[in-house]
């Protein structure tokens, strides 16, 4: 497998790690062709099981107001035709606009290197769940052998945000459906594992939903410390913030998969609460704030 290069080209985005610009540049090069969007199919490698409908019809208004800003990347098909390598959102909105042919740039990449920057595509561009993110780890290891540390090279991230990422696979699958639909977050998941009974994972799980419980309640639950007056002060004091702080609290945390709490000390100053649970944990938040490696 021909492996991207590591995590300082990640940050230059997916269409540097294929030597891919705008459709300008392609065209200047020569590298430009305008193919049928008929002959052209989705990466059958693709980890996202699901589309945003509100940003994809987003991204369809952007390029009818302003075209095509980038080409999609496709290699040759095993008998016919194209298979897309990156663009599939650009694709889905040309293809949804009626539009008949598409700016393209041909790559000849395998199936290992397909998967990989399909992974790399996504979370770049918006974030997988946590569930399509560890089942497309698990299959590069699984149909191809790869390592966890070859994988965390490849994709930019840390050997150790591969392995926890993965072990969400051993999540018995209603558990797993909360996290794609984003009632619990990987930071929930990772304590509710430490139970080892996939029973009592899914009947504490569904307590957390139903309680509203935070990554902290979660693993003190899961741990058997739970302490009941400390969880209604703290639910109380999550109902007395601001509907925004609320909501900026909710997206922070489905963003970092952690508990986050914002803590307000009033003439709109205040602080951010982010919580990690292990060096290991604290390493992968550091590398999503960061947007890089951290080695400590």
Do not use: C
């Not at 790869?146 to 018995?172: E, F, K, M, W, Y």
């Not at 080892?196 to 139903?210: F, K, N, T, Y």
């Not at 109380?236 to 307000?264: C, F, N, S, Y």
């Amino acid at each position: 497998m021909s492996q991207p290069e590591g995590k300082r080209r990640l940050g230059r985005g997916l269409e540097a790690l294929l030597g891919v610009g705008t459709v300008e540049e392609a065209e200047r090069e020569g590298s430009l062709r305008e193919l049928p969007v008929s002959e052209i199919r989705p990466n059958r490698f693709q980890p996202r099981r699901a589309f945003d409908s509100e940003a994809l019809k987003e991204l369809k208004e952007s390029i009818a107001a302003n075209g095509l800003i980038q080409p999609v990347v496709v290699r040759p098909g095993a008998r016919e035709g194209y298979e897309l390598v990156a663009g599939e959102r650009r694709w889905r909105a040309v293809r949804e606009l009626g539009w008949k042919k598409v700016p393209a740039v041909v790559r000849d990449v395998d199936d290992p290197t397909l998967l990989t920057l399909a992974l790399v595509e996504n979370l770049q561009r918006a974030s997988l769940s946590p569930i399509d993110e560890a089942e497309g780890y698990s299959r590069l290891t699984r149909d191809f052998g790869l390592s966890h540390a070859q994988i965390a090279h490849a994709v930019g991230r840390d050997r150790s945000t591969i392995a926890n990422a993965v072990r969400l696979l051993d999540l018995p699958k209603a558990v797993q459906s909360l996290l794609d639909e984003g009632a619990l977050t990987a930071g929930h998941a990772r304590a509710l594992l430490s139970l080892g009974d996939v029973r009592e994972i899914a009947r504490l799980a569904r307590q957390a939903v139903a309680h509203g419980w935070s990554v902290r309640e979660t693993e003190k639950h899961s741990r058997g410390e739970a302490a009941g007056s400390g969880r209604s002060t703290a639910r109380k004091a999550r109902r007395a913030q601001p509907p925004e702080a609320r909501r900026i609290e909710e997206v922070l945390r489905k963003k970092l998969g952690t508990d986050v709490a914002v803590v307000l000390r009033g003439k709109g100053k205040g602080h951010l609460d982010i919580r990690f649970y292990s060096p290991d944990d604290l390493a992968r938040l550091m590398e999503l704030l960061l947007g890089r490696r951290w080695d400590g």
